[in-house]
Structures are given as C-alpha cells and as structure tokens.
C-alpha cells in the first residue's frame, strides 16, 4: 500500500513545526528587541496561532517567555481597526492602556461609529484628546487649525490667515479643491 500526497505533506509539516517555531522565536526577539508596540507584536502572535504553530495563547506564551496577558492584550490591541489606530497616530502610538481603552469604547457604542469618529481627528493630537474626539465625536478648536479668510489689499485676491501656517500650506490644493466644490452652494446663480 502505497501513501498518498496528502499523508507525506501531512508528515512533513509536522517535521517543519520545530523549526517553524524556533524561526518564530527568534523573529519575536527581533521584534521584542526593536521595541514593537502592541499592536505590530498582537498581530505577529495572531500570525503565529493562525498558522497553528502554538496551540493556545498560554502556550504561545510560555515559549516566548512572555506573559499570557501581554500576548492577551497584544492581540486585543492588534485587533483594533486601521482607522483608530491611525488616529492615534500610527501603531507605535498605540500602547496597551491605550488599545484597552478604545477596545472598551468600540464595545459600548459600536465599531462603526468610533471608525467614523477615528476620521475626524486632527493630526498631531494627544492621545488622551484621541481618546476624547473617540468618545464624543467633538474636535476641539484648540485642537484644529483655524483659517481666517481676508480680501487681499487689491480686492482681486484672498487672503489666508493661520497661527501655524506651516501646517496649512502642504494642503493647499486641496483647500482649493473644498473651496471650488463648496462655493456654488453659497453664491448666487448667475443669469
């Protein structure tokens, strides 16, 4: 009787498991080295339990010498939508206290409604005020910026205004863009 494909990649994968995982070890001291944050080490042990490498977290754990929390809360933090941790400023912005937090706010209002809130934050912002836009969906005006429009001296031109200018004129084209698209709302039709 002879044995089919199936039985010979069957024993192969098992064979390649050892060495499997002690690649894995050694990518996560890479990444534990370099001081990935949550929510790139959540994904990476997400990885490793998708490829059935580990059992369970706690064993996944235990072979990275890591805590079962840590692995926990890696994930939970990995598992937030692109859009929030943008918000946040990118992954390495995320920490774990952050990650538990907005994972509680998805839970009571929803993952949609904090995505949509997520699209509202102002670049640059504290993580504590992230926090906040998340939760009320309010932007402060301290933490926007805030344009003055005038009429230029010549009466032909308009001017701009902005305490920090710097952070406007890399968007001026699509301040153009809002502005052409917005304008027939407000004027009057012409005859």
């Given at each position: 009787?002879?044995?089919?494909?199936?039985?010979?990649?069957?024993?192969?994968?098992?064979?390649?498991?050892?060495?499997?995982?002690?690649?894995?070890?050694?990518?996560?001291?890479?990444?534990?080295?370099?001081?990935?944050?949550?929510?790139?080490?959540?994904?990476?042990?997400?990885?490793?339990?998708?490829?059935?490498?580990?059992?369970?977290?706690?064993?996944?754990?235990?072979?990275?010498?890591?805590?079962?929390?840590?692995?926990?809360?890696?994930?939970?933090?990995?598992?937030?939508?692109?859009?929030?941790?943008?918000?946040?400023?990118?992954?390495?912005?995320v920490s774990y206290r952050t990650a538990e937090i907005a994972t509680k706010l998805?839970?009571?209002?929803?993952?949609?409604?904090?995505?949509?809130?997520?699209?509202?934050?102002?670049?640059?912002?504290?993580?504590?005020?992230?926090?906040?836009?998340?939760?009320t969906g309010v932007v402060h005006a301290e933490d926007s910026v805030e344009l003055?429009?005038?009429?230029?001296?010549?009466?032909?031109?308009?001017?701009?205004?902005?305490?920090?200018?710097?952070?406007?004129?890399?968007?001026?084209?699509?301040?153009?863009?809002?502005?052409?698209?917005?304008?027939p709302s407000v004027l009057p039709r012409r005859r």
């Open positions: 009787m002879t044995c089919s494909n199936s039985c010979n990649s069957s024993a192969g994968e098992k064979t390649g498991i050892p060495r499997d995982r002690a690649a894995a070890i050694a990518r996560h001291e890479d990444l534990r080295g370099a001081g990935s944050p949550p929510v790139v080490l959540g994904k990476f042990y997400r990885d490793q339990l998708d490829r059935q490498l580990w059992p369970s977290q706690a064993t996944l754990a235990a072979d990275f010498n890591v805590s079962k929390a840590i692995v926990t809360r890696s994930i939970q933090a990995s598992l937030l939508p692109p859009e929030v941790v943008a918000a946040f400023g990118g992954p390495r912005q998805i839970g009571e209002v929803g993952k949609d409604l904090v995505m949509r809130r997520a699209l509202t934050v102002p670049a640059n912002i504290a993580p504590s005020k992230v926090i906040s836009i998340l939760s003055r429009l005038s009429l230029g001296a010549n009466g032909k031109h308009l001017r701009i205004d902005a305490p920090h200018i710097n952070l406007v004129v890399p968007h001026i084209p699509l301040l153009q863009d809002l502005l052409n698209t917005l304008l």
